[in-house]
């Protein structure tokens, strides 16, 4: 008989954790930035402002915005995300999304490189791009960065945004970026989970 109840309750507490996991949902923050396929230009010191780009120049090529040697940085700023409330520095990424349009200006975007700001740069999947066409590129940046170095910069500064630099052959018209949290219950659903763990509790102590 006590054989029977050990193993109802095994059999309880295995439904409730099955109802945690089927109701437990992943957190997605979304941000985004955008600007002109051929925007103005301006000299160098000056810098072009594109929608949400910065252009910046150097000594040796005067020219700003006309995509050739020049730097390009922008912010993902996750706050107006509806999401954003629920969403917390500390919780583990399982998908950092960034989705990239550019348009390469000269064969040398074979030098190209992109980063999160105090990160390493990324340099494999941009520099193969064909001269002159806007393309639109997608990739994981947890292949890059780990969850921590990613969140680290969420938090710095400015909470709930990400800077990004890129160098330095390229117009960039749009970026976006979603991050990913690892599935969490619902707080309803914990809220049951517990209650039920207490009735096991209690039906365990009786037995007993």
Do not use: C
């Not at 985004?32 to 396929?37: K, Q, R, T, V, Y």
């Not at 103005?40 to 072009?48: D, E, L, S």
């Not at 040697?69 to 995300?81: H, P």
């Not at 976006?176 to 039906?203: R, W, Y």
């Amino acid at each position: 008989m006590k054989f029977m109840k050990g193993s109802l309750l095994s059999t309880i507490f295995l439904l409730l954790t099955l109802v945690v996991l089927n109701n437990s949902y992943a957190l997605t923050l979304s941000a985004s930035a955008s600007g002109e396929l051929i925007p103005g230009t301006a000299t160098y010191p000056n810098t072009v402002t594109n929608g949400d780009f910065m252009i910046t120049g150097n000594h040796i090529a005067t020219l700003v915005g006309n995509g050739i040697d020049e730097y390009t940085t922008w912010v993902f700023d996750f706050t107006s995300d509806t999401d954003y409330g629920a969403f917390s520095a500390t919780d583990t990424l399982t998908s950092a999304w960034l989705t990239l349009t550019l348009t390469p200006k000269t064969g040398l975007i074979t030098t190209d490189s992109m980063r999160i700001n105090g990160l390493p740069v990324i340099t494999d999947i941009i520099q193969s791009l064909a001269v002159g066409v806007t393309t639109t590129i997608e990739f994981e940046l947890l292949t890059y960065y780990t969850s921590d170095q990613i969140m680290g910069e969420f938090a710095s500064s400015v909470l709930g945004e990400i800077g990004m630099f890129y160098q330095d052959d390229a117009i960039l018209s749009f970026a976006s970026l979603d991050l990913t949290t690892a599935p969490v219950p619902e707080p309803a659903t914990m809220l049951l989970f517990g209650l039920g763990i207490l009735g096991l509790a209690g039906v365990s102590r009786k037995n007993i």
